[in-house]
């Protein structure tokens, strides 16, 4: 982490993992994808689009969160000791400034529920887990990933109601609304949501770069999302489960859409408050169970897996890659960036062909950043904090 400059600057972007960026561009534009096209078709059906990246786009945002984590403090070989420490207090500043840009973000008029303060706060929470090893950290997020939910399920009773709007500035008037929301009762709660974070972890401690770890994720998640699929979908089939959802009063009128459908077009983040225990056998997008942390987290490692083969390819074609994928090195301002065009006052207006508006403009700007050898303004802002605090704790420890 030394040095600082355009030179060092181009040297740190010449030694990332290409295919860490070209994941975090499918995660960026399925997320796109599901603001801005229709989530279902003239017919009622859902739509392709929102068949793909619903759930799974934002699940895949998380879990590289946890990759980024590992790359930040070593990757596959940790750091300890002071360094790990310097590095810990400049990830809490990270995570505070991108949880601070997501509240202001929620305050624009986009109708989009924000993730970057939920972001944060999963951060922060990962954060006692960056000295585990692989094994032990699949084995936290395998337990995460079924006790949280539980958890969630049995607490979520006693918590204040939810609001349906993203965190905004003015919540932290009332702290315990914010927190409540933050951790448990929001669309991207990040108690469940830590198990993306730790299943990224112990994927960050890998060598990313190697045929076996391509191997490892496309072949690991594409089991993992197929057995949490096949067996959720074998479970909520049985007659006492479907009994038990189709009574919960949550669930719509006899007339409505069939709980099949309903599933299909996802939660709000969790399962209804107050419902029966057989909803956390469901693996529906935004339900923080077990069976859609499963699912969205297998389905997550394949493409993640499937995108590190760039870095496997020929200089030249891993070069275009960096260049065309570029958005991915800069997600938090181009995230940011779409955000702001999706309020009524800032073009595009929202009219079906806007998608291929958004996707050009990120693409472009994320092309120009890479051919430049720059990172986005707010990665910039935030990563100068975060090392700065970093230098100061090792400083101090001098």
């Known amino acids: 982490m030394a040095g600082t400059g355009r030179g060092t600057e181009r040297g740190r972007r010449?030694?990332?993992?290409?295919?860490?960026?070209?994941?975090?561009?499918?995660?960026?534009?399925?997320?796109?994808?599901?603001?801005?096209?229709?989530?279902?078709?003239?017919?009622?059906?859902?739509?392709?689009?929102?068949?793909?990246?619903?759930g799974r786009a934002s699940a895949l945002f998380a879990v590289l969160a946890g990759v980024s984590l590992a790359l930040l403090t070593g990757g596959p070989r940790p750091v300890v000791g002071r360094e790990r420490a310097a590095r810990s207090a400049g990830?809490?500043?990270?995570?505070?400034l991108v949880a601070l840009i997501g509240l202001l973000l929620g305050m624009l008029d986009t109708g989009?529920?924000?993730?970057?303060?939920?972001?944060?706060?999963?951060?922060?929470?990962?954060?006692?887990?960056?000295?585990?090893?692989?094994?032990s950290l699949l084995v936290a997020a395998g337990a995460w990933a079924v006790l949280a939910p539980l958890a969630s399920h049995l607490l979520r009773p006693s918590l204040p109601p939810r609001g349906y709007a993203s965190p905004t500035l003015e919540q932290l008037a009332d702290p315990g609304q914010l927190l409540s929301e933050l951790l448990w009762t929001?669309?991207?709660?990040?108690v469940p949501w830590l198990s993306y974070a730790l299943l990224g972890l112990a994927v960050g401690r890998l060598d990313l770069r190697s045929w076996r770890a391509v191997g490892t994720l496309v072949a690991g998640g594409a089991v993992l999302a197929g057995l949490?699929?096949?067996?959720?979908?074998?479970?909520?089939?049985?007659?006492?489960?479907?009994?038990?959802?189709?009574?919960?009063?949550s669930y719509a009128a006899p007339d409505g859409p069939t709980l099949e459908q309903e599933?299909?077009?996802?939660?709000?983040?969790?399962?209804?408050?107050?419902?029966?225990?057989q909803w956390l056998l469901v693996d529906a997008p935004h339900s923080a169970?077990?069976?859609d942390l499963a699912a969205t987290g297998g389905t997550a490692l394949l493409v993640l897996g499937l995108a590190l083969v760039v870095d496997r390819l020929p200089g030249a074609v891993r070069?275009?890659?960096?260049?065309?994928?570029?958005?991915?090195?800069?997600?938090?301002?181009?995230?940011?960036?779409?955000?702001?065009?999706?309020?009524?006052?800032?073009?595009?207006?929202?009219?079906p062909g806007s998608f291929a508006t958004h996707v050009g403009v990120l693409l472009a700007v994320g092309a120009v950043l890479a051919l430049s050898g720059q990172s986005g303004l707010l990665e910039r802002v935030v990563t100068a904090a975060s090392r700065g605090t970093a230098a100061l704790v090792r400083g101090r420890g001098r």
């Open 228 to 249: 949490a699929h096949a067996v959720s979908g074998w479970l909520t089939a049985q007659p006492g489960v479907l009994r038990a959802l189709l009574r919960d009063p």
């Open 112 to 135: 989009i529920a924000v993730i970057l303060t939920y972001y944060g706060v999963v951060f922060l929470l990962a954060l006692p887990f960056l000295g585990l090893r692989t094994r």
């Open 14 to 54: 010449h030694d990332r993992v290409v295919g860490v960026d070209v994941a975090r561009c499918a995660a960026l534009l399925g997320m796109v994808a599901t603001h801005v096209l229709d989530e279902r078709a003239p017919t009622g059906e859902l739509t392709l689009a929102h068949e793909v990246a619903g």
């Open 186 to 190: 929001g669309y991207y709660p990040a």
């Open 263 to 277: 599933l299909a077009s996802g939660m709000f983040g969790t399962t209804p408050t107050g419902g029966p225990v």
């Open 91 to 96: 990830l809490v500043v990270r995570a505070l």
């Open 319 to 351: 070069r275009a890659a960096a260049v065309l994928f570029g958005a991915g090195a800069a997600t938090l301002t181009l995230y940011s960036l779409h955000l702001v065009m999706k309020t009524p006052d800032v073009p595009p207006a929202e009219v």
């Open 289 to 291: 169970t077990p069976f």
